[in-house]
Every structure is written in C-alpha cells, then in structure tokens.
C-alpha cells in the first residue's frame, strides 16, 4: 500500500477548464447540513476501478464534495516500466481535477494505493493490505470490470465474476463496514426487454461459471462459448449478470446495494462540462461522424437512446451508499435480513427523460457542425438505417469502396495503408452498438426516483442525480464541445479553422459526386447505346 502524500509534491493548477453553474455555487453554502457529507466524515473508503472513466469521476466527487473523508483507498495494477503510484498521480494531472486542485490542495494526503488486479486470485493484495483494509475501510465502491465486449470469456469471467466474489469476501472481512455498492449496468440482462429493480436468475450462476472457467482449457472455453452466451449478445453484458448472482449469494448480512447505469457519457456539470476520456459506445459514432470517417450506423432512428451523464451517475453511487448505510446500522446484530435481496437501482434516462437516437444525432450534427474539428478528414455524411442489407450496402459504398482506393493510393506512392485497418474496427464496433441502437426496453427506477426524494435539500444540490432536469439541447452544446476538446484533442480556439477546413472538405466531397455521377452517366449511356445499337 502506497501513501500519496508522502511520495509526490502538491500539483499546481492548470488553466482553461470550462467553467460551469455549478462552479458559481458554494456547495457548503446554507443549504442546510449535509445527510452524505455526514457519513463520509471520518470514514475509509475503498475503491475499485478507479482509473476508469466513472472511477475518475468518482474520485473527484468524493474528495471534492466530501472534504472530511479520512482516507480513500484506491486498488491499482502496476503497468510495464510504470507503478501503481506513479499512474495514479499522472492521473490527477488531468483538467478533470483542476477544480479538486484548487479546493483542496492537499487532497493527495487523503489518497492510498492498494497494488493489486481485480482479474487475479484474492485480487492479488498482499496479506498486509488486506489486513489494513478490513482493519480500517468502512464504505466500499466496487466499479471494477472489463468492458470490452468482446473480451475472451475466460478473462471477461475472471474480472468481472471472480473479481466480485473476492470483493465480497473481502468485504465480509470489514468490521467496519457500513456500505458496499455494485456498479453493474443496466443490460445485465439485456435478453429481457423489460427490466425491473431487482435481481434476475443467471442460466449458469457465478460460483459455477468461475468454476467452468478454471477448469476448461481457454482454447476450448473460447469455441463454446457462443453456447454459453446464448442469447447474450456479448460476454460483458453475460458476465455482468453473473456477477450479479455473486452479489445477491455474497450479500447476506452485509449493507449492499447495486446500482446499474444505462449507457454512460460524457458529464452535465461537474466538475468539467462536457468531460469525456473514452471512445465507447455513442461517443464513439459521435467521434467517427466528426471526423468524416463514419457514414452510417445500423439503428433504428424512433429507438429510445438510454443515455446518461458520467457525473451524475457517480452522484447516484454516492447516494446509494449512503441510503445502504442508513438502512443498515453497523454492528452485525441488526443487519438486513438474510432473505432480504439488496436493493437495485436502474438508473436510465428513458423514464423522465427519453431520447430518441434520431434525435441524439439531431443534437450532435446541430452543434457539431458549429464547432467542426481541424482532424477531419473528409465531409461530415452520416446517416442511421434501420434496415440491415441497406445499411451493408451503404457500408460498402461509403466506407469500403473509399478505404480501398485511397489505400491502393497510398501502396503505389510507397505509404502505409490504413482505411481498411480502420474500416474494419469501424465495422465491429458498429455491430456491437447495433444491438443496443436497433431495440428497446422498458426499465422501471422507481427505487432511483424514491432515492433522489429521501435526500435532503443540501445533498440534491450537492449530489444531484435526477435526469428529470437535465435539457439535452443544453447538454448536447457542452457534449461536443467536450468531445472536441478532450477526445481530439482540438481546442475551441481552432474553430476558425475547423471551419475552413469543414468547407474546403464540403467543395471536395461535391466535386467528386459530381465527378462519380458524370462517370455513372457515361456507363450507363455506353450501356444504352450499345443495346438500341446507336
């Protein structure tokens, strides 16, 4: 276990993070005395995933919005030539915490690494640490997981299955223990289309999937496993339910809740409008349309986008854990019953605030096209078809016929090829997003809602979470701009040039449909001419 504090100097601030509301607002202002802040005051928490994207947020949030935490513990792998320590203080120069930077300098003091990797056996903490921990931690956030969905069954089972057993046997261990929190995601059981707040039965439950995988060769392992999925579009979403059952065996006796979030964006607010460091998902068809590589997407238009902001997601987290802590005194003799479930927080946007994806690319094609990148590389076209050999057909087209040409182009001047290479994870991510983009559930939040009104008014201020008021034309305008500024790395004072360049791309991309139409024309006049004999 590593201190922070005592290995690495005080950052300094950076400039030109976007300012938002709620920076004008002091969240310690009389709005009445703070329910979480309260449970957070002097208490050690535990976090896994926390070099993720929620985790990042998490982070923040914690230490920024609970200034009396006394100690965060954070689980952290060592990469090649890079420890743990090192990783995690690179990750708080980051514009994400400029705001942590100034409110709370010393902030590192607060801050321990835990060396470990949720994908190996007992988490591979050392014996000391995990002494420490069940010494001393008292709320747990386990975010933890592989979200690749094409991850290989054994490795996506590993981390995501095992890593959430060891985690509640590892929490079983804290007597201290006040909350435990599962962040899971809302198409855990993506197979039913109706989706309620509470716990599903699993084909093959955790304990007997684990054992599966550590007993079949990976080979083997790797061709069963499309009957293993069953209906299971990928081997995220199947072990995510499994780990689900994990919890549910796991829990008895302890304060735990589950919250599964919808598909996660970029932030509304805080602590940077419009902050976003990954490519998955939406963002990733939003980041592909900008820069002219992306031209069609195989979804359904009238199709409800289930869509949520990063930052007020970690606030729901934040929110559970404290609802699970009041639910459940500390000491063990007044636990939850063991026959009683954990509760299940579905938090979507589709319920107060549904989206459709026509208009999700309504949004972004509006304000994108305000702020058009320098990284561009042809004219913005995209188009979203529902049908599946019209949308094959547009991709041969659009992005195949294009990525052929341009890379022969490329061999005969002596230059590496490289649109066919992009093309094909173009085309995979795609078909992993079809599935979500082409269909719709119906998912019940009763408990989020319920959730959101036990809070008083100083914590739905300060941990704000009810989508009911966010306005999409409002987050969209932020939403690019973040992607712009964070994804491509293209700041807004290049707009100028965004749009020169977007221009000269829109007269190019006309000439050559002219260009193709007046080669078509000659083709198809050959073709007439030769059969009426002229």
């Not at 705001?99 to 060396?115: A, G, I, N, W």
Request: charged letters at 20%.
């Amino acid at each position: 276990m590593v201190d922070l504090a005592s290995n690495a100097q005080v950052m300094q601030t950076k400039q030109g993070a976007d300012i938002t509301a709620s920076d004008m607002v002091d969240e310690r202002e009389a709005l009445g005395e703070s329910q979480v802040q309260q449970l957070f005051a002097g208490s050690a928490v535990f976090l896994t995933g926390g070099t993720g994207f929620l985790g990042k947020l998490l982070l923040d949030k914690l230490l920024r919005s609970c200034p009396d935490v006394k100690k965060i513990y954070v689980l952290a792998r060592p990469k090649k030539n890079k420890d743990s320590m090192k990783r995690l203080q690179e990750q708080f120069e980051d514009v994400l915490y400029e705001k942590l930077r100034k409110e709370q300098p010393d902030f590192m003091q607060k801050l321990s690494v835990v060396e470990g990797d949720i994908g190996q056996p007992a988490l591979g903490i050392s014996e000391e640490d995990r002494k420490k921990i069940s010494n001393e931690v008292e709320i747990i956030f386990h975010g933890a997981a592989t979200v690749r969905f094409d991850e290989p069954l054994k490795t996506a089972v590993a981390i995501n299955v095992r890593g959430t057993r060891d985690m509640m046997i590892l929490a079983r261990s804290c007597a201290k223990l006040k909350a435990f929190v599962h962040i899971s995601t809302a198409y855990s059981n993506c197979p039913i289309m109706t989706i309620e707040e509470k716990f599903y039965e699993s084909a093959l439950p955790g304990d007997k999937l684990i054992d599966l995988i550590e007993t079949l060769d990976e080979k083997v392992l790797n061709n069963i496993t499309p009957g293993i999925l069953g209906e299971f579009p990928n081997t995220y979403a199947f072990t995510k339910l499994a780990a689900e059952n994990i919890v549910l065996q796991y829990s008895k006796g302890l304060p735990v809740a589950m919250f599964r979030p919808a598909i996660v964006i970029g932030t509304a607010r805080e602590p940077v409008a419009g902050w976003i460091d990954n490519v998955y998902g939406p963002t990733g068809v939003v980041v592909g349309a900008a820069v002219g590589l992306l031209h069609v997407l195989h979804a359904n238009p009238n199709c409800l986008a289930d869509l949520v902001p990063g930052d007020m997601v970690v606030n729901g987290v934040i929110a559970c854990a404290w609802k699970a802590a009041k639910d459940c005194p500390r000491n063990y003799e007044d636990a939850p019953p063991p026959d009683l479930p954990p509760p299940v927080y579905n938090y979507v946007s589709s319920e107060q605030k549904p989206l459709t994806w026509a208009k999700f690319m309504y949004y972004n094609e509006t304000y994108g096209l305000e702020v058009p990148s320098t990284q561009a590389v042809y004219y913005y076209l995209f188009s979203l078809i529902t049908s599946l050999p019209l949308y094959k057909l547009y991709c041969f087209f659009l992005h195949w016929v294009p990525a052929y040409i341009v890379d022969g182009i490329l061999v005969l001047i002596g230059k590496k090829p490289m649109l066919k290479k992009a093309y094909t994870k173009i085309s995979k991510f795609s078909e992993v997003l079809s599935y979500f983009s082409t269909k719709e559930w119906k998912f019940y939040n009763n408990n989020v809602q319920n959730l959101y009104k036990e809070l008083n008014e100083a914590d739905k201020h300060i941990f704000d979470f009810d989508m009911s008021g966010v306005e999409w034309n409002e987050y969209f305008n932020t939403y690019v701009r973040g992607i712009r500024t964070y994804l491509l790395k293209d700041p807004i004072e290049t707009v100028p040039q965004g749009i020169t360049k977007h221009y000269r791309l829109k007269y190019i991309h006309y000439f050559v449909c002219t260009v193709l139409g007046f080669i078509v024309l000659r083709l198809l006049w050959g073709i007439f001419s030769s059969v009426l004999g002229f």
